[in-house]
């Protein structure tokens, strides 16, 4: 087994480390301050991050999924809020257009996601819906050339900074995913949720009232939605792996400056394993190869790690305000894109059906 880096791959760790040590870092005491970073966002747009396993065809970088993983790892072991920025953007808000849209789709929407000149978000959890995705109560009547949509989403990666949401909704023939952009009449951006960490990236209530949205901006078939979220996730999971292990390594980085002896073996191997395993499921997606069971492995395993690594380090290092960011940080990784429970359903689907590798 190969386990070295291309140099295309090895590039982008380079670049993109030195981009957050030297640009992210300083926007840190702003974001933990709970400002949204749009200077940051268009600075990432201008080193080409906004769009890296997107098709330079579409204004993209055209490369792999594994260097938009590296690129979301090296971000988020400095800032882990400007990792999901970055992930959600690009697996959840960028990636069903670019595999479920039609070419029309695609043209009018991925090259200025890809860019940054727009941000994606990802509209799929309800209040009465997070794990049961399927049973979400939002809905999509057709109306002459519109849908019509009503219900309420909450917990927004990016809502209110965003400019397209990807927005799931009940038709007729099940559930249905939509484009819908920033100022369509009827969306309503609700409040900011107050939470441990993660600051300065977005997590806001989104209101569909009596939301028009065009028959052109239906994504896919009607029925077709649960599987367009439910792919997209398989993506969107490995990206938050990738933010879970950078803050992993950063409270690694932190407890290194210490002597807390075996403990740092502990912490070493974990960090360890839990690279292998997102950079495995990372790379069966870049190779388009299944990576259901994997992407979850992946997220299950480096979230775990991240919340034990963090936990161990603060509690080792008081008076760091690292430490307490990385666990305050970590906690999430566990909940958003699917709970630990949710993989552990995912992968025991597949050992059922003898899926993945
Ligand atoms: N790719 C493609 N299709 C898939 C799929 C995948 N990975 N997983 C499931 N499907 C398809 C199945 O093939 C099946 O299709 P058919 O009906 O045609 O056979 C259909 O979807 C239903 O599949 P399941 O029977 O497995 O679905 P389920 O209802 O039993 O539940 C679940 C599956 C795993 C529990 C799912 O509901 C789930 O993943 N829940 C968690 C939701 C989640 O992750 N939310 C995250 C919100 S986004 C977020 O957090 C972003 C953010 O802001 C950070």
Redesign the pocket.
């Known amino acids: 087994m190969e386990f070295r880096l291309t140099d295309a791959q090895e590039q982008m760790r380079r670049k993109v480390r030195e981009f957050a040590r030297q640009i992210v870092a300083t926007f840190i005491p702003k974001m933990e301050a709970g400002e949204f970073p749009f200077e940051l966002v268009q600075k990432m747009a201008s080193q080409q991050l906004m769009g890296i396993p997107i098709p330079t065809a579409y204004g993209g970088s055209g490369q792999d999924f594994l260097s938009y993983i590296i690129a979301i790892h090296e971000l988020s072991r400095v800032s882990a809020a400007t990792g ?1 920025i970055l ?2 953007h690009t697996s ?1 808000g960028t990636n069903p257009i670019l595999s479920f849209g039609t070419e029309e789709q695609k043209k009018t929407y991925i090259p200025k996601l890809a860019s940054g000149e727009w941000l994606g ?2 509209c ?2 309800e209040p009465s819906s ?5 049973a979400m109560k939002t809905t999509a009547h057709k109306n002459g050339s519109d849908y019509i949509l009503n219900g309420s989403k909450v ?4 809502g209110g900074a965003a400019d397209v949401y990807i927005a799931f909704a009940r038709a007729e023939k099940g559930v249905t995913a939509f484009i819908v952009e920033k100022g369509t009449s009827g969306l309503v951006i609700g409040k900011d949720e107050k939470k441990m960490g993660l600051n300065g990236s977005k ?1 806001v209530t989104v209101l569909f009232d009596q939301m028009s949205v065009p028959l052109a901006n239906r994504l896919g078939a009607e029925g077709e939605g ?2 367009i ?3 997209n ?2 993506g ?2 490995i990206g ?1 792996a990738a933010q879970a292990l950078g803050i992993a390594e950063a409270a690694f980085d932190e407890a290194k400056q210490h002597d807390l002896g075996v403990l740092l073996a502990d912490m070493a191997v974990s960090v360890e394993a839990a690279r292998l395993l997102v950079y495995r499921a990372a790379f069966l997606r870049s190779k388009g190869l299944s990576c ?1 069971k994997e992407a979850s492995m992946a997220k299950w395993f480096a979230s775990k790690a991240a919340v034990t690594i963090a936990g161990d380090c603060l509690r080792e290092i008081s008076g760091s305000s690292r430490a307490e960011r990385y666990f305050r940080d970590a906690k999430v990784t566990e909940i ?4 630990s429970e ?1 993989q552990r ?2 992968i025991s ?1 597949h050992l059922a059906k003898g899926t993945g590798i």
Do not use: C, P, Q, W
């Open positions: 999901v992930s959600v959840v978000a990802f799929l959890t997070g794990s049961d995705a399927a917990f927004i990666t990016n997590t649960f599987k979220a439910m792919a996730l398989d969107g999971r938050i259901g958003y894109e699917g709970t949710i359903i995912v689907k």
